[in-house]
């Protein structure tokens, strides 16, 4: 089972995902978050789907 998340343009750059789980998600240069390009590791995948919920916005999307 393949996970990856992207951030869409629904951001606000709060940056709770980035905090929560730094390992997929980091803030860019424009003040959103990015999330990493490749699938994300076995160890990570709670602390990503934890961002992902919690992000105030629901800007993170699993794909
Ligand atoms: Fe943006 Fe949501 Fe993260 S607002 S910085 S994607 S927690």
Redesign the pocket.
């Known amino acids: 089972l393949k996970m990856k998340y992207v951030?869409n343009e629904n951001?606000?750059?709060?940056?709770?995902?980035?905090s929560t789980c730094p390992e997929v998600?980091s803030m860019t240069d424009a003040g959103?978050?990015a999330a990493i390009a490749e699938e994300v590791a076995e160890e990570n995948r709670g602390s990503a789907a934890e961002?992902r919920e919690n992000?105030?916005?629901g800007?993170?999307e699993e794909v």
């Not at 951001?11 to 980035?18: E, N, P, R």
């Open positions: 951030v951001c606000i750059g709060c940056g709770l995902c980035a998600f959103v978050a961002a992000c105030p916005v800007a993170i």
